[in-house]
């Protein structure tokens, strides 16, 4: 079974930016699509972006245009580069493997991020 391990959040001010990095262990990796959640206090995990293992990329409309999300199967790591963040944008963030967009690996302990002057 695939493991994750979500890295890279951090402090950081309106408008800044951060990059998101998941360690995915198995040979599985180049031929699954991974996906980016977050989940801020008092609400439901949501998906913030997708990408196939086409490399074909879909983003939730509150991300679109800031976010974008990329892998490197050499590395078995999937990214997520995170522009204009904004104080809404706060959540711990998560990666997984999803399967006809539904996620399917177990849940890593992800990676607070805060947006905060």
């Known amino acids: 079974q695939v493991q994750l391990v979500e890295s890279g959040g951090g402090l950081v001010q309106p408008g800044g930016s951060l990059r998101l990095s998941c360690a995915a262990s198995?040979?599985?990796?180049?031929?699954?699509?991974m996906g980016w959640y977050r989940q801020a206090p008092g609400k439901e995990r949501e998906l913030v972006a997708q990408?196939?293992?086409?490399?074909?990329?879909n983003y939730a409309d509150s991300v679109k245009g800031r976010f974008a999300i990329s892998r490197d199967n050499a590395k078995n790591t999937v990214y997520l580069q995170m522009n204009s963040l904004k104080p809404e944008d706060t959540a711990v963030y998560y990666c997984?493997?999803?399967?006809?967009?539904?996620?399917?690996?177990?849940w890593g302990q992800g990676t607070q991020v805060t947006v905060s002057s």
């Open positions: 997984n493997t999803l399967a006809r967009g539904v996620p399917t690996g177990p």
């Open positions: 990408i196939t293992s086409g490399r074909n990329t």
């Open positions: 198995g040979s599985i990796f180049r031929f699954v699509a």
